[in-house]
């Protein structure tokens, strides 16, 4: 084939990568000068607000004049309801800010909406923070929401620990930083009934592995399901092998469809020590050992695993995504 026609084709891929960056970049640019201008909006209404002497009759009717000045003008984007969720975004983020802030709003405007929704500023910070940092689709900002992400992070953490949530979302320098209890499987589409087995839930978990790279946290990849390994001329299966780039150590997952025995604790303190032996390499961290089962019991884990143990976590899995305020419950339940 004549390499001329090849190279004409690499030139013309090249440039239209580079186009559809430049696209990108373009409605990102946009999407971000029309956050901060409904920013500025939401601010002029609220200090011409404040300047009238019966402020609500004023407000409202201020807003709706407003709001037919800018629809004649503009078109769509600028009726009354949207003129107020402007109020509220200015309200709501400029709550608690000194005039040496400065604001960064780095989020599609569907993502703010979302946001203002959330009442605990602190929980409404880490979702910000966090939907930034990973990239999150308002889809995700929303399930993450949904499987009480912040709940499940928070209550096992000190007052310190919650508060550097809010100021810097998750930060992952420990085992313990990662773990979940419970971890929420809604998405492999599995019914909290019995019927389904072991190797139902893996492939399930397989098939929306995305989802559930997403559920685990930050810096996992994915190495292998059903990953095999000889130690003296028996044959072993780890269920999924993880790796986690943030702690630069093997992750090992269990899955147990069922009440966790103890003798689970001990397979996987026997796959741990493998890895640490055989896999991991000299510069990397410990390896570590996940159970994920329908039941537990935390006093048969605390006294199967040694103390001090921070390689080896028994976490509850839902197949099904509860209320929220079923889901803290249950999560408070499991910190007693």
Known sequence: MDTSINNNRSLAERIEQLIDEAKKRTVAAINTAMVYTYYEIGRMIVEDEQQ???????GKSTLRNIANHLTQKFGKGFSY????????????????????????????????????????????????????????????????FDSALYERLALSRDKAGVKSLAK???????PED????????????LPELPQYSESDL????????????????????????????????????????FYNRLLRAFVLID???????????????????YYD???????????????????????????????????????????????KEELKKLIENNLH
């Not at 773990?179 to 492999?188: A, C, G, M, Q, S």
């Not at 997403?214 to 990849?221: I, N, S, T």
């Not at 399901?225 to 001329?233: G, H, I, K, N, S």
């Open 52 to 58: 009238g002497e019966l402020r609500a009759e004023y």
């Open 81 to 144: 309801t949207n003129l107020k969720q402007m109020r509220t975004f200015y309200l709501t983020f400029a709550k608690g800010q000194t005039l040496s802030d400065q604001l960064e709003f780095t989020l599609s405007w569907s993502h703010y909406l979302k946001l203002m929704r959330i009442d605990n500023p602190e929980e409404r910070r880490f979702y910000e923070i966090e939907a930034a940092k990973n990239h999150w689709s308002l889809r995700e900002l929303q399930r993450q």
């Open 168 to 174: 810097k979302g998750q930060i992952i320098e420990t």
């Open 178 to 189: 990662m773990i979940k209890d419970p971890y929420v499987l809604e998405f492999i589409g």
């Open 202 to 241: 893996e492939q399930r978990l397989i098939d929306h592995l995305e989802t559930f790279l997403l559920e685990l946290g930050k810096g996992f990849a994915f190495v292998g399901r059903q990953v095999r390994f000889t130690f003296d001329e028996q044959h072993f299966r780890i269920d999924l092998v």
């Open 255 to 273: 899955l147990k469809h069922g009440t966790l025995k103890h003798q689970d604790l001990g397979q996987m303190q026997m796959y741990v020590n």
């Open 277 to 323: 032996r055989y896999v991991k390499l000299e510069d990397e961290n410990p390896t570590i050992g996940i159970l994920l089962c329908a039941d537990k019991n935390d006093a048969i884990v605390e006294i199967t695993l040694p103390k001090g143990n921070n390689q080896i976590f028994a976490s509850k899995y839902l197949t099904i995504l509860p209320s």
